[in-house]
């Protein structure tokens, strides 16, 4: 379903910063994280869908990777409550978010270049008996679940098309390929929030759409998507609702058109004076007031 | 000619002998540590002191040896708790600087005045190994083919020696093709991207510095049933260095390199050896080159001299897999 469609569950939400959603998966409250005097992330509360792709989108440097690092437990927020249905996830380790269903991938991708495209996949299963030092010993007691794991390495390997490379070392995968990876190793841990950093970064445009492909499928199965991105097609073709950060806090949220059409969000992308550009007719009156407004954050 | 064989044969038999054996088990835990985990422990040598005082003391105290090595072992396996709670939470460098802190500080308190009364100072504690021979079912005599022979107790000691070998490296293959060594290796390459998948990369790294640290127990224990005796000055830090030669020497991440290591490692020290020394008794070598004094610092810069070789054309080891070691080198 398009988010244009009068049916779409998120069509009666209003698009405010913080808005409270029908059914969310994940609620973050005043999460908030400074490196000495910036302020990186400063969310006041922030609910996310479930089910839906949520994009969230802004220039670089408006804590968008922060925010995933915040969340997922690689970064230690200053102050700051979240949760899955929930269960609070703050201040926990990445491993034990990980188990809560939260899996994320990385902007510059993870693939562990030392092991099979394979072992990749195996890898990422959650729960493995095997890993355990009492019971790796004694094949025994992992053996049935290790073919139940190959079984579910070998379908995601279908479905993302890395069949072909199976026992290759995943070092030797193109970067478009490393992505499809990630994304197949993730959904191993089957999560109920996947988070995407980036995913169509340094993607050539082929392979785009493949991905997007797999973006929308996840979402089609029940998974809620959470990614970043910075292309704005990209963004306004498959989201279902779209979040603008700019230097760490939420500017604007609503469904895309709405969002991609807020001057806070083109003042946030284009910097003031173009913004005013884009509207022609306002463009001579409000010269002089462009110095009340922020500096270009893109810089 | 007959010379040379007799350089050949010494160098053989100090290559498979008691020495070789236990740095073969050093290695093995080593292995775990870096080749597999990417544990940088530049103090290996600390568990193999840990190892042996805490059995040698134990069984100083009366206790029979079968409650010595299991204690020296579980002694290895509370350093390497204490170690991996200060440091694996840090960056892998940490853990490095810490190690070799570590094998000093152990060697140092060993030797110190002030536990004299536990650890025998610098006198270390002697007949350590009278359980252990006693056990010796070999008759006293000769054993051997050829020029290769070995005393009833080094003979013991070796088949002791090399079945823990054998059955550590057993242990490291079968945790190693387990679901856990996938982990492990992961781990390894990328930590955080095991930590991202749900796995618990701390508490990994500890076990896996545990279990190497307790083979490295070994290791010491085996160097001190050897000798009857512990000393602190067994436990230099080169002695770490010469674990880390046998493991780079047999190829690290290899589950057989670290045995093959040490038997390549003692024949290469010991061949050199032998054959400067004869060159020198023969007047070969000339008196203003090399004297026999130098001669036994020589053998280690001729081990130095292959290895940088053995790293630029061969930097997996012996054993290793090329590919592995070149992917992401670049």
């Not at chain 2, 070598?285 to 130098?294: E, M, N, R, V």
């Amino acid at each position: 379903m398009h988010a244009d469609d009068p049916n779409h569950p998120m069509a009666a939400v209003s698009p405010e910063p913080g808005i409270a959603k029908p059914d969310p998966i994940l609620t973050v409250d005043a999460v908030s994280r400074s490196f000495g005097g910036l302020k990186a992330v400063d969310v006041d509360h922030l609910e996310v869908q479930r089910g839906l792709i949520t994009s969230m989108i802004g220039p670089n440097g408006a804590g968008k990777t922060t925010f995933f690092n915040l969340l997922t437990g690689f970064d230690d927020a200053d102050s700051g409550t979240w949760s899955i249905d929930g269960t609070r996830l703050d201040g926990k380790p990445p491993h034990v978010v990980a188990r809560s269903g939260v899996v994320r991938t990385f902007q510059l991708t993870k693939a562990l270049a030392k092991m099979s495209v394979f072992d990749n996949l195996m890898l990422g299963a959650a729960g493995q008996q095997g890993e355990r030092l009492t019971h790796a010993l004694f094949p025994f007691l992992w053996r049935k679940q290790e073919a139940e794991v190959k079984e579910r390495a070998e379908e995601l390997l279908d479905r993302f098309k890395l069949g072909h490379m199976r026992d290759e070392y995943a070092g030797t995968l193109s970067g478009g390929q490393r992505k499809l990876l990630e994304m197949a190793r993730a959904l191993m841990v089957r999560p109920e929030i996947i988070l995407l950093d980036e995913p169509m970064a340094g993607v050539n445009p082929a392979l785009v759409q493949s991905l997007l492909g797999h973006v929308t499928a996840l979402r089609d199965e029940g998974l809620t998507v959470i990614f970043i991105e910075h292309d704005m097609d990209v963004v306004m073709g498959i989201s279902d609702w779209v979040v603008c950060l700019a230097q760490g806090s939420i500017i604007s949220e609503g469904l895309p058109r709405a969002v991609g059409s807020d001057p806070k969000v083109i003042d946030a992308y284009l910097g003031t004076h173009l913004a005013e550009e884009a509207t022609p007719a306002d463009a001579p009156d409000l010269a002089p007031e462009s110095t009340a407004h922020p500096e270009e954050p893109t810089s | 000619m007959d010379d040379l064989i007799r350089v050949f044969a010494d160098a053989l038999r100090g290559a498979l002998g008691p020495d070789a054996a236990a740095f073969a088990i050093a290695a093995v835990g080593l292995n775990l540590h870096f080749g597999f985990t990417g544990l940088l422990n530049f103090g290996h040598v600390a568990f193999m002191a840990v190892g042996a005082y805490t059995m040698a003391i134990v069984v100083d105290a009366g206790l029979p040896l079968w409650v010595g090595v299991p204690a020296g072992m579980l002694a290895a396996v509370v350093l390497g708790l204490l170690l991996g709670g200060t440091t694996l939470r840090l960056r892998a460098d940490y853990l490095a600087i810490t190690t070799i802190a570590v094998g000093e500080i152990i060697r140092i308190m060993i030797r110190s005045r002030a536990l004299e009364d536990v650890t025998g100072g610098v006198f270390g504690i002697q007949g350590v190994a009278a359980d252990f021979f006693a056990l010796n079912p070999f008759s006293p005599g000769n054993y051997g083919i050829w020029r290769v022979t070995f005393s009833e107790r080094q003979l013991w000691v070796m088949v002791v020696g090399w079945t823990i070998a054998l059955l550590c490296t057993l242990l490291v293959w079968a945790l190693m093709r387990a679901p856990w060594g996938r982990v492990i290796k992961a781990i390894h390459e990328d930590e955080d991207a095991a930590r991202a998948l749900g796995k618990n990369a701390i508490l990994l790294k500890a076990q896996s510095l545990c279990i190497g640290g307790a083979i490295g127990a070994l290791a010491g224990m085996l160097l001190a049933l050897e000798r009857s005796a512990v000393d602190p000055n067994q436990y230099l830090p080169q002695q770490t260095f010469f674990v880390w030669t046998v493991m780079i020497l047999g190829g690290a991440a290899t589950i057989k390199g670290a045995m093959a290591g040490a038997v390549m490692f003692w024949f290469i020290i010991l061949f050199a050896e032998g054959l400067l020394r004869e060159g020198i008794s023969q007047g070969i070598i000339p008196d203003w080159l090399l004297t026999s004094q130098q001669m036994f610092a020589v053998r280690f810069v001729i081990v130095g001299a292959m290895l940088i070789g053995l790293m630029i054309w061969r930097p997996q080891g012996v054993f290793g897999r090329r590919e592995e070691v070149m992917i992401g080198a670049r």
